[in-house]
């Protein structure tokens, strides 16, 4: 299929560049330059991003799926001989700390300053799962301790035991890696509960926190954290719903930003679409308008998504662009679950595990 | 400012690094996502694994994490790393506040750079610096979270309340549609006074009309009034409906008239018999209408979905049914 390099002016003629974006996450799996240093400590998640676009755009069968599964595992803080750092445990975002490589599931070696990340532990788990790996080298126990060290009396999270910022990012995170191992011991959910809801802003929105700003971001992952839970209608009214529903909708300009006043970005056209989505309001949105933005951050030399026209691509924008097409029911995309942040062929996959772990216990 | 505090790195078979064996990243046999490091990062950072490894306390140490920083100021254990050292070397605090100060001038949107400064504010229980740095990096960017949120915790933690309405109402001169100035106005006032006493509420609701009515088509203004008179009520403040009508003309937008609809949704919610209902929703309605064909067409199937839904609350078959066949 021949790629036309369209001009950016003719919104309505941009073609969605498919197999551009595929090479474009192919090449992020392999080597990155040195500008990218900043992306070190979190490199599974841009094997998320990569993985799970590629999952979407239904271009997973080029992946070597066994080595990746090798290297996940290697990411796993798996428990010491006498297991005194399973309040440490969960997956490593990379090898920056040193350990040698070792996919085996334990007893780890000791060492003074290797834990684990909420937001890899999540990635690390979300990865598997999208490679068809069954999660029987996970250590489930070590994880779900590892994450009930990261909650803090407010109900929030840290990212790592040794201690970081705290904010509804990582309620998020915890809530994925509860969801995906089914069971939700390694959270006390009343106190996350009762986070988000402070975090709720005099405009509806929700913010990182108690009193501040409210922003896309953070009411997605309040909002998909609740219905991860089940809990989205028992925690608010019909009332507070449709104020929040309000606040989300008016985040659309053409694509969405995530702050009022503030210019769109491209990744809100799913962090504020998916909460839509998850409110039941996404229909009533304006899919031209988003489509049209979306495409126009579309980069057609190299492929991927950047925030806005005319920057650079980045893994994170490519990804979060596609998921907003996908959301929007784009041709040859796979739908994405609005709340897990997988495909719909991922949480199959991940369904049946539990039925099987399920079955299990008798 | 950076540059004071860098320690050139020299090769690493210097004396002063011979004892240290370093310790290479090891990704195994198929690498993903992998960085191309020059030899300098690759050097630093096999060194720093070296230390970390043997957990040694030193101002050599100390002085590679900077060098670390420099290179890669996301990774979250130099950080940590740093702190650990500070401590148990006992440095002087004081440096290290001019020390982040710096980085964040460079960095001002990464999070490790707040956190630890963050830490160092609560090692030396001294906020006295917080409120003007913070202003400083807003004067950059006067929306930036990370700088909101330091202050928020800066002003809550040591009760610095003092002076910061003001502060909010210089920014909101500079540019009323800055969100982040209303959500801290917000936060200030909820925390401090409240809007219990009405002499408050009528103030925060005259000067926030005053601003509508500078910059009609704002959001955050127009959020802020429904935000302060939702808790109460927005049919329970007197005249109110009079004045958001009476800036109709001049003063349209899709929030004023949103702002309409949800006081005429309240009003039919709450129904205190003050009102006919039917005369109510019906107002709703054509403003849903309005909205939707005219004032706020992108959302337009949303108020098509909200006067569906009020419609299916609150009529009680007086209204006029649409054009459909008869049931």
């Avoid at chain 1, 290797?114 to 788990?125: K, P, W």
């Avoid at chain 1, 925690?235 to 995530?258: P, T, Y």
């Avoid at chain 2, 690498?31 to 694994?49: M, W």
């Avoid at chain 2, 990774?75 to 702190?83: G, I, K, L, Q």
């Amino acid at each position: 299929m021949a790629e036309e390099v369209t001009s950016v002016d003719d919104f309505d003629q941009i073609d969605f560049l498919r197999d551009r974006h595929i090479r474009f996450f192919q090449r992020c799996l392999q080597v990155l330059p040195e500008r990218y240093s900043s992306y070190e400590t979190s490199r599974l998640t841009i094997v998320f991003f990569a993985l799970s676009g590629l999952d979407v755009l239904d271009a997973l069968d080029a992946v070597d799926k066994p080595s990746l599964v090798e290297w996940i595992y290697s990411l796993q803080v798996v428990p010491t001989e006498d297991e005194s750092n399973l309040w440490r445990c969960g997956f490593r975002g990379s090898s920056h700390i040193g350990v040698p490589y070792n996919t085996s599931t334990g007893p780890g070696s000791p060492h003074p300053y290797d834990s684990g990340h909420v937001a890899m532990t999540y990635t690390g788990l979300a990865c598997l799962i999208i490679l068809g790996d069954d999660l029987s080298r996970v250590n489930k126990k070590a994880c779900l301790a590892g994450l009930k060290s990261l909650q803090l009396e407010d109900g929030s999270f840290y990212a790592v035991p040794e201690g970081s910022e705290n904010d509804m990012r990582f309620v998020y995170c915890a809530a994925c890696v509860c969801y995906m191992l089914d069971d939700w011991s390694g959270i006390d959910c009343k106190k996350a509960v009762d986070y988000i809801r402070r975090s709720m802003s005099y405009d509806s929105g929700i913010g990182q926190g108690a009193g501040l700003e409210s922003h896309g971001g953070s009411t997605f992952c309040a909002i998909a954290t609740l219905c991860l839970m089940g809990k989205l209608e028992e925690m608010f009214s019909e009332r507070e719903l449709n104020r929040i529903r309000r606040w989300c909708i008016l985040r659309q300009q053409d694509g969405f930003h995530g702050r009022p006043n503030k210019p769109v970005d491209t990744c809100y056209s799913f962090w504020v679409g998916a909460t839509l989505e998850l409110l039941d309001v996404f229909q009533y949105t304006n899919f031209e308008k988003n489509r049209n933005y979306i495409l126009s951050t579309q980069d057609s030399l190299v492929g991927g998504f950047a925030k806005w026209p005319d920057s650079h691509p980045d893994p994170l924008h490519t990804y979060f662009g596609i998921c907003g097409l996908s959301l929007m029911g784009e041709a040859g995309l796979r739908r994405v679950h609005p709340a897990l942040n997988v495909s719909d062929r991922a949480l199959q996959c991940l369904q049946q595990l539990h039925q099987t772990w399920r079955e299990g216990c008798t | 400012q950076i540059d004071d505090f860098n320690l050139m790195w020299d090769s690493p078979d210097r004396k002063e690094w011979a004892d240290l064996e370093p310790v290479p990243q090891d990704d195994g046999p198929n690498p993903v996502v992998k960085i191309a490091y020059s030899e300098r990062f690759r050097d630093v950072y096999d060194y720093f694994r070296a230390l970390l490894k043997h957990d040694e306390k030193s101002e050599r140490a100390l002085a590679l994490t900077a060098e670390a920083i420099e290179l890669n100021a996301a990774n979250y254990t130099v950080w940590h790393y740093r702190r650990v050292l500070l401590q148990a070397l006992e440095k002087d605090l004081r440096v290290e506040m001019k020390y982040i100060t710096a980085i964040i001038e460079d960095q001002p949107k990464n999070y490790q750079v707040w956190h630890h400064r963050r830490m160092v504010v609560e090692w030396l229980s001294d906020p006295s610096e917080e409120l003007q740095f913070t202003a400083e990096i807003l004067s950059q960017d006067a929306k930036n979270y990370h700088a909101w949120q330091h202050r928020q915790w800066v002003i809550q933690e040591y009760k610095l309340w003092a002076g910061e309405l003001e502060y909010v109402e210089e920014l909101l001169e500079e540019d009323v549609r800055n969100n982040s100035a209303w959500n801290q106005r917000h936060f200030v006032i909820s925390r401090t006074t409240t809007y219990s006493p009405p002499e408050v509420l009528e103030r925060e609701v005259q000067y926030t009309i005053r601003q509508i009515k500078k910059a009609p088509h704002n959001e955050s203004a127009w959020n802020y009034l429904k935000g302060i008179l939702q808790p109460t009520g927005l049919s329970s403040y007197a005249g109110l409906l009079e004045q958001v009508e009476g800036l109709q003309g001049s003063c349209c937008s899709p929030y004023l008239l949103g702002f309409l609809v949800d006081y005429y949704e309240e009003a039919l919610e709450t129904n205190g018999g003050k009102y006919n209902l039917t005369e109510t929703l019906n107002k709703a309605l054509g403003l849903c209408d309005l909205l939707a064909q005219d004032q706020d067409t992108i959302r337009r199937e949303y108020w098509r979905y909200v006067a569906r839904t009020l419609q299916s609350q609150y009529d009680s078959g007086e209204t006029s049914p649409p054009l459909t066949e008869q049931q």
